[in-house]
């Protein structure tokens, strides 16, 4: 937010206090499925004669103690939360409410209104100082203890899990001793190793003879055309040839200039 207003200070004037309570993540989750109003259950503040100390509890509603999806199981909440008290312990501590340009902003009388773009920076509003800390906790019972021990047993539930299968495996991807392009692969290698090497003058002829029909040839073309070993081939090859890194034809193989047939710009068809 890149403008900032002034800060609302109505609450410390008029001398707004504020409790800090510290509640139960189950607690949290459960209040923020709350429906309509948004109420989530009642606060029971008991004082037993003049000196004595005040007890507080928290009573959820019946309609938010369902928990679910603990082990594929539905627990119910605890109801009753009772709270022990703390001070601020010298700790000055404040409560603000922040409303962005362009959200809905409810009024005092019931109305509602949308500060756009253009109207002014983001409000900051002090709504109380806490005056009491406090920290809700369940009620111990039967019910409470069965929750926290499917709590505890799905976080000690590891991430992946080995499962032995019953029968085959009938998607697409069944496993293969071998895959095909690895077949194919092993089938070219024991082709060229069963290629013998001709005589030299004898492969000179082929070449030759291949190079009056096309100036150009790419390894694969002229393996094909000789049937030779590549690492042989390409031994004649140095001796009569050239082999283009650039240009338009990279990659190829050419006759150098004294094995040429023709002279000048005259080119045999590609």
């Known amino acids: 937010m890149s403008e900032k207003g002034e800060v609302d200070l109505t609450g410390a004037k008029q001398n707004t206090g504020v409790w800090l309570v510290k509640v139960p993540k189950y607690l949290s989750q459960q209040w923020a499925k709350a429906t309509g109003r948004g109420e989530v259950g009642k606060l029971r503040i008991c004082k037993k004669g003049n000196q004595g100390k005040a007890e507080v509890s928290f009573t959820l509603n019946e309609e938010l103690t369902v928990i679910e999806g603990i082990e594929d199981k539905t627990v119910s909440a605890p109801r009753e939360h009772p709270f022990t008290m703390q001070t601020v312990g010298g700790?000055?501590?404040?409560?603000?409410?922040e409303t962005s340009s362009g959200q809905l902003e409810e009024r005092s009388d019931g109305s509602s209104s949308v500060s756009g773009a253009g109207a002014?920076?983001?409000k900051i509003a002090l709504?109380?100082?806490?005056?009491?800390?406090?920290?809700?906790?369940?009620a111990v019972s039967e019910g409470y203890m069965r929750l926290k021990r499917l709590q505890i047993e799905e976080l000690a539930?590891?991430?992946r899990l080995s499962q032995q299968l019953d029968k085959a495996v009938t998607s697409n991807y069944k496993p293969v001793a071998n895959h095909n392009y690895n077949l194919e692969y092993e089938r070219k290698k024991k082709e060229e190793g069963k290629r013998a090497r001709a005589d030299k003058q004898q492969v000179l002829d082929m070449l030759f003879?291949?190079?009056?029909k096309h100036q150009y040839y790419n390894i694969?073309?002229?393996v094909d055309i000789t049937k030779q070993p590549v690492i042989y081939l390409k031994e004649i090859l140095r001796d009569i040839?050239?082999?283009n890194?650039?240009?338009t034809h990279k990659n190829t193989w050419e006759l150098k200039p004294e094995y040429r047939h023709y002279q000048g710009d005259e080119k045999i068809d590609e």
């Open 245 to 247: 890194v650039k240009g």
């Open 157 to 159: 539930k590891p991430v």
């Open 220 to 222: 694969k073309d002229l």
């Open 209 to 212: 003879s291949a190079f009056e």
């Open 127 to 138: 709504e109380g100082v806490v005056v009491q800390r406090a920290e809700c906790r369940p």
């Open 91 to 97: 700790q000055t501590l404040a409560v603000f409410t």
């Open 241 to 243: 040839g050239i082999y």
């Open 120 to 122: 002014g920076p983001d």
